[in-house]
């Protein structure tokens, strides 16, 4: 690893000023939230940028809150402050493990939800959690703003739909209903995970109404297969008779790859056997 080549950290007030500094400075410059990717690839001088623009001045950015019946995490909120937010806690407590679970406490205190949504590192654990509770991001270029499902979000590895000019400013992710019942499981050996596994689950008594499983870190971004939700639906029983058949079509839609983590073959049965432990939560 080499030193750090010379930057300018530049400290915005605003979402609209950060926007603006980044379209001033181009190619030459970057957001900055904790830095634990950016900084390690500019390090490693995989990335050079004269300017970063810290998104941890921009006043209540790190908001979280229940606003219009959706729980608003702001861009810059750190995975420390998610896992312990009460609120979070009380009101999508799977939430509350998934981040607890990611990295370790260094990586947590300073990584941030944007900076992991943004960075779209394949092995992402937020990422995949989200998409199968139907989040969607803000995003703010100057002074317009959008919302994109957080299925659009993520393009490719280490790609984004999002202009270099725009600002994750908050992750919107509607409040569960009473017969919602979610789970978020992780198969970890080394650094990242090789594997993460949500499922979300409507239950009515015995019925399974709904269903949204969504596999990732076995390919470049989240998968989700309406195959595999269609046959999660239906009674309990019935359902546990189908998880091998839905994960099938869940590791089919995954364009799986043998890499470092393992040989596509094994990331298809981890994906049957975290699928079925999944099924096993939601369904106690
Ligand atoms: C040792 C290690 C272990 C890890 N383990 C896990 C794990 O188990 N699970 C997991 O999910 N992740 C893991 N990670 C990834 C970690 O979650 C991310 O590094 C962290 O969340 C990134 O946030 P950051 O604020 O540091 O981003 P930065 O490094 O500051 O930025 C990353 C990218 O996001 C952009 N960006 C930042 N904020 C915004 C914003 N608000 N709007 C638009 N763009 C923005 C930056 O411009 C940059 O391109 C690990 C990382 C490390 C180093």
Request: charged share 25%; with cysteine.
């Amino acid at each position: 690893m080499m030193p750090l080549r010379k930057f300018a950290i530049h400290q915005p007030k605003t979402v609209a000023e950060a926007s603006q500094m980044l379209a001033d400075f181009g190619a030459e410059g970057r957001l900055y939230g904790g830095g634990t990717e950016l900084l390690l690839a500019m390090k490693h001088d995989l990335l050079r940028y004269k300017h970063l623009v810290d998104v941890k001045t921009i006043a209540d950015l790190d908001r979280i809150e229940i606003k219009d019946g959706a729980l608003m995490i702001g861009g810059a909120a750190t995975h420390r402050a998610i896992e312990r937010s009460a609120l979070v806690h009380r009101n999508l407590p799977v939430l509350t493990s998934m981040a607890a679970n990611v990295a370790n406490i260094r990586v947590r205190a300073s990584g941030t939800l944007g900076g992991n949504l943004c960075f779209a590192e394949p092995h992402s654990d937020p990422a995949t959690l989200l998409t199968a509770l139907g989040a969607k991001v803000h995003v703010q270029r100057k002074t317009a703003t959008r919302a994109v499902s957080i299925s659009k979000v993520i393009t490719g590895a280490y790609e984004t739909s999002l202009a270099d000019d725009e600002v994750l400013t908050q992750v919107e992710i509607p409040l569960p209903t009473s017969s919602q019942r979610a789970a978020y499981l992780k198969f970890q050996l080394k650094e990242r995970p090789t594997l993460g596994l949500a499922l979300v689950v409507e239950i009515d008594g015995e019925e399974i109404n709904k269903a949204s499983a969504v596999v990732g870190c076995v390919s470049v971004a989240p998968t989700q297969s309406e195959k595999a939700n269609a046959l999660l639906i239906g009674a309990k029983a019935q359902v546990a008779g189908q998880l091998s058949a839905a994960a099938e079509e869940l590791a089919n839609a995954a364009d799986l790859i043998d890499d470092v983590e393992g040989s596509a073959e094994y990331k298809r049965h981890l994906i049957a056997v975290f699928l079925r432990r999944a099924f096993t939560e939601v369904s106690r």
